[in-house]
């Protein structure tokens, strides 16, 4: 089993600060078993984050900024991939945006509290104006959907996670084809501006939907779907909302989720009683993942001084993370 955790030890200021406050019994005895193995770094301004590059090659699949194929590999899971010819896919997450005389500032999509029957009714009345640039939409049942057409192809976008609750306007593709996008996301400013689902919305108190935001572009290789796309590679996301808000009481709560539920387990695995003639498991690794680097540890033989330090010795998770 290989456990990545985004976000460990995000930048965020409160979050920062909440490190030290950490209570991980689980992680800190899996560090003290495991051992510092590859450390890979990203790019803070990369369009695909770390992790999003350690899943993509966990999977197989080509590494390339920004074209990371999620939403190709979600057609192919879907038996979509055979709807048309072209196989240039994207995700499109209906959003809402804070539009000021500087900048435009993307509220988190998951904070929106969109139904399915929201999701579906807005899709219906938007679906038109894309088909008119020959791009088709496909529903997905998290709200995001899925678009297909050849203004995608080629086209570098970024992450979600780049842009949720701050501004968007470095973060906008610039391609010539993504003129087309950025005339629909107009009409889609004119056209939800008084539909019925925002005038509930706003009877309710929550925030309208106003926009759209365009990820997961990438083209499968050819063959992947001839090839297993199985992985042992999971990922524990729970920290991801929380980090991205800096909201340092819910990030550690979810920290401590993952500790209780998914570490505790994998510590269980490495604790095989003596005398039970059964060999730890070799294949259990550990991703730390920040924004400048990601830090893996596994079961490795140790020295003897390894062994010495590590009885003496408890790793500080706070100075671990804060090195991510």
């Known amino acids: 089993m290989h456990l990545l955790i985004p976000h460990a030890a995000p930048t965020g200021p409160q979050c920062q600060q909440a490190l030290s406050q950490l209570q991980l019994p689980n992680l800190q005895k899996l560090l003290k078993r495991l051992t510092p ?9 990369s369009l695909s ?13 080509p590494i390339l900024d920004g074209l990371l194929p999620w939403a190709a590999l979600d057609a192919l899971r879907l038996g979509l991939q055979g709807a048309k010819s072209s196989g240039a896919w994207a995700w499109l997450t209906p959003c809402h945006w804070q539009i000021n005389a500087d900048h435009v500032h993307m509220e988190s999509p998951e904070s929106l509290q969109i139904t399915p029957d929201e999701s579906a009714e807005l899709m219906q009345a938007m679906r038109s104006y894309f088909e008119e640039d020959g791009i088709s939409l496909y529903s997905m049942q998290n709200g995001t959907w899925l678009a ?4 995608f192809e080629g086209m570098a976008t970024a992450s ?33 501006y008084t539909h019925p689902v925002n005038d509930a919305r706003e009877a309710r108190g929550l925030r309208t939907i106003n926009s759209f935001w365009v990820s997961g572009t990438g083209s499968l290789p050819a063959g992947f779907a001839n090839q297993t796309s199985a992985s042992t590679l ?22 401590q989720h993952i500790d209780t539920m998914l570490l505790a ?3 269980g695995s490495l604790q095989t009683p003596i005398g039970s003639g059964k060999q730890p498991g070799s294949d259990v690794s550990l991703t730390l993942c920040g924004d400048d680097c990601a830090q893996t540890f596994s079961l490795q033989a140790k020295t003897l001084w390894q062994k010495i330090q590590t009885r003496f010795t408890e790793p500080d998770i706070a100075v671990i993370l804060q090195n991510l």
């Open 265 to 267: 387990p994998m510590l």
């Open 160 to 192: 979600l996670a780049r842009v949720r609750d701050t501004t968007v306007d470095a973060w906008m593709p610039r391609q010539p084809q993504a003129k087309v996008l950025r005339r629909l996301q107009n009409e889609m400013q004119m056209l939800l």
């Open 49 to 61: 984050p770390l992790d999003e590059q350690l899943r993509a090659g966990a999977l197989g699949l």
């Open 234 to 255: 999971q990922v524990a996301n729970a920290l991801s909302t929380f980090a991205a808000q800096d909201d340092a009481s819910q990030w550690v709560a979810a920290w």
């Open 37 to 45: 193995a590859v450390r890979q770094s990203g790019d803070p301004q």
């Open 148 to 151: 297909q057409g050849d203004v």
